[in-house]
C-alpha cells in the first residue's frame, strides 16, 4: 500500500477512558532517584562523575496498534534505531515503572531509554501510575516523549481548533515548515509540504491545526484565516519536552516520510544508533541490444516467446539511436543525475554485423562512456538458467530423458559474464568486474518454471570475479547468497521494456490493469495483490496523465524510505518517445522541491548498494540477538558491537571519533548532522564519540 485512508484519531476518546492498573510505588521510587540525583551540596569529583547520568541509546515504543506508532517503528526499523516495544493490548506486557525505565549501573543512574514513543500523551490514563511513572522518569533524565498522533487541546501547549484553528481533512493541504523547525529538527527541509491527494473520493488523511500556547514551539504549520496554525511542534511543560503531531498518518505517505527524519532526531536528541539516506539509482538494462515490441492486436509480445506461435523473431524492435544517445548525455548534464547503463556488447556488435557494419548509436555511446557507470550485462543476453523448452506458452524447462532438468553449463555461463567484460575494456569503457546484471535475472530461481538457481551460476560468478549480481526486488527483496556473491535487488519501474510509444505503454497497461469485461486480461481480478482500473485509460493521454505521476510517486516513496536499492528500466525507455525522462523529471522535481541543499539525492553504484544491504543485515542480527551496547554519558557516546560487525551511527556536526593517538571529526554530513558506518580503530574494542557540546 503506498497510501490509504486513515481512520479520525483515537485520541480524543481515548484521553478519556479510564485509567490503566499500575502501581503507585513506581512513582515514588522515581522521585526519590531525582532528589537523590541533588542530595550532595559539595560532592566529590568523583560523586559529580557518577551522577551524571548513562543514558542507553535505545528507543521505547508503546505501540496501540495504530497506523502513526506503526509509521514510527517502521522508521526506527528501517534506519538501524534499536528499540523495545510494548504493547498497550498485550494482558501479559511489563508495567512501566521506575524499575523498568531506569536502574544503577557501576554506581551511576541509568536511563534505559533515550527516547519515548507513545500513541497519545496520555496512553496509560492520566492518573495512572503508569503515566506518573513515565512523566518522573523523563524529567529526571531529560528523556523527549513523541506523541504519535493526538487533537488540538491544552493539554499539549495547543488552543482547541475552534479558537482560530482547523480540524477535517487535510488532503492536498500546503504544509509550512516553520523558522523554528528549520533551525532545528527539520533543517533538511526546504521549507514546504504538500499533503497527498491521490484519491478525490477518499479521505486520505484528518488533522487537528491549533494555535500555539505558552511554551509551544511550532515546527509545521499551515494558513488558517488570517493566522496559522500548528500541526507538528515541542511543547516544553513541567520540565519535559514533548513532540506534539496532531495529523493521521501512515508509514508510505509522502508527508510522514518526509518529517521521518526529524521526528528521529528530535526524539533522540540527535543522537542515535542508524543513519538514513535519500537514494536513487537508475539502471537502464539492454544497451546497445534491441528490445521487443509489445503487439496490440495480440496483446503479447511477439520476439519473446510470449505469444502462441512465437517463433522469436521479432517485428520493428525498439533500439535506441544516436539522437537518444546524444539526449541521453545532455539529459544527464541538465538534471545533474547519473545514469547506469547496462550493457550487452555481443549484441551490439551483431547488430553493427546485420546493418552494413556500422552502428552510430554504439559509436555515440562509446564516445560519451565517461558520462555513465557501466554494468556487465552479458555478452548476448541468453537465458542462463535452466534450458528453455519454448515450444509451449509460457515456456517450460527443458528435461533430459531421465526427467532431470537441463541447466546452460557453467563454461556457457562464464564466456557470457568474461567476454562482455572484455569487450568494455577494449573499447575503454571502465566497468567494475565485481558488479553484474544476468538477463532477465536469469541463472537466479525464476517461479513457478524454474524454483532453485541454476546450480553452476555460482561457479561461473566465482571464475570471473563476480561480488554482486542483481535479483529482482519484486520476486526476492531480500538480499541473499549465491556462492561467494550476494544479490542486489532491483525494483522494476512500471515502464515497460517492450514499448516505445506512450500508446503502446497505455495500452498494454490497459491490458494488465483492467477487468476482462472492460476488455483487459483480467489478470487485476485474479490477482488479490492487485487492482483494476474502472474503465480502460485513454491510450492519447493516459501515459501523462495516470502512469508518470503514479510511477513517481513510487519511486519517490522508495527514495524517501531510506532504501538504497536500484530501479530499472530498458534501453527502450531512452528510444522513440523516450518514456523514462517524465518519470525522473517528476521525481526528481518533486525532490528538489523537498528537501534543502544539505540533504543531497545519494545515487550508489550497484557495488556500494550491495555493500549497504549487506551491512544492515548484519547490523539487524546483532540487535536481535542483543549484542550491542551504546549509550551516552554527558558528552561522550560509547558503542560496541559483535568483532566484524560495523556500526551506524548519527550525531550532531563538529562530533569527533577517538583515535588510539587524538581524534579525528566523525562520519560524512548529511541532513544536518554526521553519519557513519563505523568500527573500533586499531587496538580498540569500542566506538568512542565526543560531542561537540562536551
Not at 42 to 67: I, K, N, Y
Request: aromatic residues 8%; proline residues 6%; hydrophobic residues 35%.
Amino acid at each position: 500500500m503506498e497510501s490509504g485512508r486513515i481512520r479520525a484519531p483515537r485520541t480524543a476518546h481515548r484521553a478519556r477512558t479510564a485509567p490503566r492498573t499500575g502501581t503507585p510505588r513506581g512513582a515514588r521510587v522515581a522521585v526519590l532517584a531525582a532528589a537523590a540525583l541533588l542530595a550532595t551540596v559539595v560532592p566529590s569529583a568523583q560523586a559529580v562523575a557518577a551522577t551524571v547520568p548513562r543514558v542507553d541509546l535505545t528507543v521505547l515504543v508503546v505501540d496501540d496498534g495504530g497506523s502513526a506508532v506503526e509509521a514510527i517503528t517502521a522508521e526506527l526499523k528501517g534506519s538501524g534505531v534499536p528499540y523495545r516495544r510494548i504493547d498497550l493490548d498485550d494482558p501479559n506486557r511489563p508495567v512501566l515503572d521506575a524499575a523498568f525505565l531506569s536502574d544503577t549501573v557501576d554506581g551511576r543512574p541509568r536511563a534505559k531509554y533515550q527516547g519515548v514513543v507513545l500513541p497519545h500523551e496520555s496512553a496509560f490514563g492520566p492518573d495512572s501510575a503508569e503515566h506518573t511513572a513515565l512523566q518522573a522518569y523523563e524529567r529526571t533524565f531529560g528523556i523527549p516523549q513523541v506523541d504519535a498522533y493526538t487533537w488540538s487541546h491544552p493539554g499539549v501547549g495547543l488552543d482547541y481548533t475552534d479558537q482560530g484553528g482547523y480540524s477535517g481533512v487535510l488532503d492536498g493541504a500546503t504544509a509550512g515548515v516553520t523558522a523554528a523547525g528549520k533551525a532545528g529538527p527539520f533543517r533538511y527541509l526546504a521549507g514546504s509540504l504538500a499533503f497527498e491527494d491521490n484519491d478525490p473520493a477518499i479521505a486520505e488523511s484528518y488533522g487537528y491545526a491549533g494555535r500555539p500556547r505558552a511554551g509551544y514551539t511550532s515546527y509545521v504549520d499551515i494558513p488558517v484565516g488570517g493566522g496559522r496554525a500548528s500541526l507538528v511542534g515541542e511543547y516544553a511543560a513541567d520540565g519535559r519536552r514533548e513532540l506534539v503531531v496532531t495529523f493521521a498518518y501512515n508509514q508510505y505517505q509522502r508527508q510522514f516520510r518526509s518529517l521521518a527524519r526529524g521526528i528521529v532526531e528530535w526524539l533522540t536528541q540527535g543522537v542515535h544508533l542508524g543513519q538514513s539516506r535519500n537514494y536513487l539509482s537508475v539502471h537502464v538494462d539492454d544497451v546497445f541490444a534491441p528490445d521487443a515490441r509489445w503487439d496490440a492486436t495480440l496483446d503479447c509480445t511477439p520476439g519473446d516467446f510470449d505469444c502462441v506461435g512465437d517463433d522469436g523473431e521479432g517485428v520493428n524492435p525498439i533500439r535506441m539511436t544516436a539522437a537518444d544517445a546524444q539526449y541521453a548525455a545532455a539529459w544527464q548534464k541538465a538534471s545533474g543525475f547519473t545514469l547506469d547503463m547496462v550493457y550487452n556488447g555481443g549484441q551490439g556488435e551483431q547488430w553493427k554485423t546485420e546493418h552494413g557494419g556500422t552502428d552510430p548509436l554504439t559509436d555515440r555511446l562509446v564516445a560519451d562512456r565517461a558520462q555513465y557507470r557501466w554494468i556487465n550485462h552479458t555478452y548476448t543476453h541468453p537465458f542462463l538458467g535452466c534450458v528453455q523448452d519454448n515450444t509451449v506458452v509460457p515456456w517450460q524447462c527443458a528435461k533430459d530423458t531421465a526427467g532431470k532438468t537441463l541447466w546452460v553449463s557453467r563454461s556457457e555461463l562464464s564466456a557470457q559474464i568474461r567476454d562482455n567484460h572484455n569487450w568494455a575494456v577494449g573499447k575503454g569503457i571502465s566497468v567494475d568486474r565485481g558488479e553484474l546484471v544476468t538477463g532477465e535475472h536469469s541463472g537466479l530461481k525464476t517461479l513457478p518454471q524454474q524454483p532453485v538457481d541454476n546450480p553452476n551460476l555460482a561457479g561461473a560468478l566465482a571464475d570471473n570475479g563476480v561480488k554482486w549480481t542483481a535479483s529482482d526486488n519484486s520476486r526476492e527483496p531480500q538480499q541473499r547468497a549465491v556462492g561467494a556473491a550476494k544479490t542486489v535487488p532491483r525494483h522494476p519501474m512500471n515502464v515497460y521494456y517492450n514499448v516505445g510509444t506512450a500508446a503502446e505503454m497505455t495500452d498494454e497497461y490497459n491490458w494488465i490493469y483492467t477487468s476482462r469485461a472492460d476488455g483487459g486480461s483480467g489478470i487485476c481480478e485474479s490477482n488479490p495483490a492487485s487492482t483494476c482500473l474502472p474503465a480502460p485509460l485513454d491510450t492519447a493521454t493516459g501515459y501523462a496523465d495516470r502512469i508518470v505521476p503514479q510511477e513517481a510517486r513510487t519511486a519517490l516513496s522508495h527514495v524517501l524510505g531510506n532504501d538504497p536499492r536500484p530501479h530499472y528500466v530498458h534501453q527502450s525507455n531512452l528510444a522513440e518517445e523516450r518514456l523514462l525522462y517524465p518519470v525522473l523529471d517528476r521525481v526528481l522535481a518533486d525532490y528538489r522541491a523537498l528537501f534543502a541543499a544539505n540533504t543531497p539525492l545519494v545515487n550508489p553504484a550497484q557495488r556500494d548498494v550491495g555493500t549497504e544491504l549487506h551491512r544492515r543485515t548484519a547490523w539487524d542480527q546483532a540487535l536481535a540477538a542483543g549484542k550491542v551496547t551504546a549509550y551516552r554519558i554527558g558528552g561522550t557516546v560509547t558503542v560496541k558491537a559483535p568483532a566484524g560487525v560495523t556500526a551506524p551511527l548519527t550525531a550532531p556536526e563538529g562530533t569527533r571519533k577517538r583515535l588510539l593517538l587524538g581524534s579525528a571529526v566523525f562520519g560524512s554530513p548529511y541532513a544536518g548532522t554526521r553519519s557513519a558506518w563505523t568500527a573500533p580503530e586499531l587496538l580498540q574494542s569500542t566506538v568512542t564519540l565526543t560531542l561537540p557540546t562536551a
